[in-house]
C-alpha cells in the first residue's frame, strides 16, 4: 500500500517537473523573462531527481549521490568558468553527455539480456542507436569547435561508408529485438560499437563552420533517445522532457539551416566552411578611417545601426559599445542595434552579451524588422560581423553564401567596418561590402575600437 502511494507521489511529481519545464521552455522565448525561465526549468530538474529516490526499490542510492555530486560538481565549474565565445562547444559536450546517458540507460537494460516485450527492446534499441550516435559524434563536435581536431577527415566513399555502418547497426539492433532468448552480450557490445563509430564517421567529415548546426542536430536527436528510454524505463519526467528537448532541437536546426538557406542535407554532407569557397569578384579598395573621424560622423549623425558579429564577442566589446551607444542617445542620435539570426556562432548569441551589457530589448531589431531602416541611415557601424553583411549573398550565385538573407548595412549612407584586419568570416570568402565607396574600415580589436570612439565622442 505505502508502496502504491509512493508511486503515485512520484508520478505526480514528474508531471509537476513536466509542467515546469515546458513553462520554463515557453519563458526562455523572450530575452525578458528568459533567465527566469532556465530558474523554471531548473527547478523542474530538481523536483524529478529528488522524487526518483522516491521510487519503489529504489537502489544504490550512494552511488547516485556520488555521481550527482561528481556531475553537478564538474558542471558547476566550468559552467562558471566558460568564455561567452566557447559557449557552442559546451553545449556539444554537454549534450554528448545526454546521449551517452541514454545510451548507457538502454545499454543496461539490453545487457541484463532479460526477455522484455518487443516493443520495449525495440525502444531500448532506437534510443540507444541514437543516443551513441550522439555522444560519439557530439564529442567530435566538441573537439573540432575547441581546435583539438584541427582538419576534416574526407574521402571518397564516405557516405556510402556510413549508410554501411548505419545499416549494420539497424540489422544487429534489430536482432537483438527479435532474439528468442534475450540480447546476446556479444551482440549488444557490437551494436554499440557500430552506433559509436557512427558517430565519429559521420561528424568527421563536416566542416568546422557547420557544428553549431550539428550540435543542434544531435541535441534533437539525444531529447528522442532520452524520451524512448523514458518509455523503456516507464518514466514519464523522461517521455516529457525528451521529447521537449528534441521538438525544441528539431526547431532550432530548422531555423538555422533557414538563415543560412541551406539544406540540412547541404549541412551533412557538403563539407561547407572547410576549404574557402569560389570568391566572387570585388573591385574597388578598402579605405582606412580613424576613430577621431567616425566619432564625429556618429556624433553629427541622425541615426546610427549597430551591427554586431562573431568579433564583438571575440572582443567582449559589447559593454564598451553600449556605453558608445549611450552617449550617442544623450547627443539626440538614434541608435538602434541589428542583429542577424546566425550573427556569431550559436543562435542568439548576440542577444544574451548585449543583454549582458544591459541593452535594453526596445532598441534591439532582428533581420526583417530593421532591414527596411537601414535605407534611410547615416551610419552603420559593423563590429566583427563579416558574413551576416556580407551583398554576395543578395546577388553572387556562385557564393556558398548565396540565398542567405543578409543585413542591409551597404545601404546606408556611410558604412563603418571594425575588424581587425583582412580576416575573412566563418564562411571563408572576402566581402564585397569592404570595398564599396561607401564603406570605411576602422581596424583594431573591437574592444579598444571602441574605447577609441567613447573617447572621440566625449572629445566633441
Ligand atoms: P563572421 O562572418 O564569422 O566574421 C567575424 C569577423 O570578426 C571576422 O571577419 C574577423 O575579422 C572579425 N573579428 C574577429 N575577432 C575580432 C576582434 N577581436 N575584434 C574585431 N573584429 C574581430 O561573423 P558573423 O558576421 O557574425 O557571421 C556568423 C557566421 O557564423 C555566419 O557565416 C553564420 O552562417 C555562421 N554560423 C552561425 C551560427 C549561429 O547560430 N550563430 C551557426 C552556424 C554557423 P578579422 O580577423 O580581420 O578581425
Same mark, same amino acid.
Given at each position: ?22 513553462? $520554463? ?6 530575452? +525578458?523573462?528568459?533567465? $527566469? ?27 547516485? !549521490? ?5 556531475? %553537478? ?65 557530439? !564529442? ?35 536482432? !537483438? ?67 521537449? +528537448?528534441?521538438?525544441?532541437?528539431? =526547431? ?37 578611417? *580613424?576613430?577621431?573621424?567616425? %566619432? ?29 551607444? &549611450? ?68 546577388? *553572387? /550565385? ?12 551597404? /545601404? ?6 571594425? &575588424? ?11 566581402? $564585397?561590402?569592404?570595398?564599396? *565607396? ?14 577609441? =570612439?567613447?573617447?572621440?565622442? &566625449?572629445?566633441?
Amino acid at each position: 500500500m505505502g508502496g502504491g502511494i509512493a508511486a503515485v507521489l512520484v508520478s505526480a511529481s514528474y508531471l509537476l517537473a513536466a509542467f515546469l519545464f515546458i513553462t $520554463g521552455l515557453k519563458r526562455m522565448s523572450s530575452p +525578458v523573462t528568459a533567465r $527566469g525561465g532556465i530558474g523554471w526549468a531548473g527547478a523542474g530538474m530538481v523536483v524529478a531527481t529528488i522524487a526518483t529516490f522516491f521510487t519503489p526499490d529504489m537502489s544504490n542510492i550512494v552511488l547516485i !549521490l556520488v555521481a550527482i555530486a561528481l556531475g %553537478g560538481g564538474v558542471a558547476w565549474i566550468t559552467g562558471k568558468r566558460v568564455a561567452m565565445t566557447d559557449m557552442p562547444q559546451m553545449i556539444a559536450l554537454y549534450n554528448g553527455m545526454g546521449g551517452g546517458a541514454a545510451a548507457a540507460i538502454a545499454a543496461v537494460e539490453l545487457f541484463k539480456g532479460e526477455a522484455h516485450s518487443t516493443m520495449v527492446l525495440a525502444l531500448a534499441v532506437l534510443g540507444g542507436l541514437i543516443g551513441a550516435v550522439s555522444f560519439s559524434g557530439s !564529442l567530435i563536435a566538441f573537439g573540432k569547435l575547441q581546435d583539438l581536431i584541427k582538419r576534416s577527415f574526407r574521402f571518397r566513399g564516405q557516405n556510402v561508408v556510413n549508410l554501411a555502418l548505419l545499416l549494420a547497426s539497424v540489422l544487429v539492433g534489430a536482432s !537483438l529485438v527479435l532474439a528468442a532468448a534475450g540480447p546476446v552480450p556479444g551482440m549488444v557490445t557490437l551494436f554499440f560499437g557500430l552506433a559509436l563509430v557512427l558517430g565519429v564517421t559521420m561528424t568527421l567529415p563536416i566542416g568546422g563552420a557547420d557544428m553549431p548546426v550539428v550540435i543542434s542536430l544531435y541535441n534533437a536527436l539525444t531529447g528522442l533517445a532520452v524520451a524512448f528510454e523514458g518509455f523503456v524505463l516507464n518514466n514519464a519526467a523522461m517521455i516529457i522532457a525528451g521529447m521537449v +528537448v528534441g521538438s525544441a532541437g528539431t =526547431l532550432l536546426t530548422q531555423l538555422m539551416a533557414k538563415a543560412m538557406n541551406r539544406s540540412l542535407a547541404n549541412v551533412l554532407f557538403s563539407g561547407f566552411g572547410d576549404t574557402a569557397g569560389p570568391q566572387g569578384e570585388v573591385s574597388g579598395s578598402m579605405k582606412p578611417i *580613424d576613430a577621431a573621424d567616425v %566619432g564625429v560622423m556618429m556624433a553629427f549623425a541622425q541615426k546610427v545601426i549597430i551591427v554586431p558579429g562573431y568579433g564583438m564577442a571575440v572582443a567582449q566589446a559589447q559593454h564598451k559599445v553600449w556605453e558608445l551607444a &549611450k552617449l550617442l542617445q544623450e547627443r539626440g542620435v538614434t541608435v538602434k542595434f541589428a542583429i542577424h539570426p546566425v550573427a556569431g556562432r550559436m543562435p542568439g548569441h548576440m542577444n544574451v552579451l548585449l543583454a549582458e551589457a544591459g541593452v535594453p530589448y526596445d532598441v534591439i531589431y532582428d533581420e526583417s524588422e530593421i532591414n527596411a531602416e537601414f535605407d534611410n541611415t547615416d551610419v552603420a557601424l559593423i563590429i566583427g560581423a563579416n558574413d551576416v553583411v556580407n551583398p554576395a549573398a543578395r546577388t *553572387d /550565385k556562385s557564393s556558398p553564401i548565396y540565398g542567405m538573407p543578409i543585413l542591409n548595412a551597404d /545601404k546606408s549612407r556611410n558604412v563603418i567596418v571594425v &575588424k581587425r584586419g583582412k580576416g575573412a568570416g566563418f564562411s571563408g570568402i572576402e566581402n $564585397g561590402l569592404f570595398f564599396l *565607396d561607401n564603406t570605411h574600415m576602422l581596424y583594431g580589436d573591437g574592444q579598444a575600437v571602441a574605447a577609441a =570612439l567613447i573617447q572621440a565622442v &566625449k572629445a566633441l
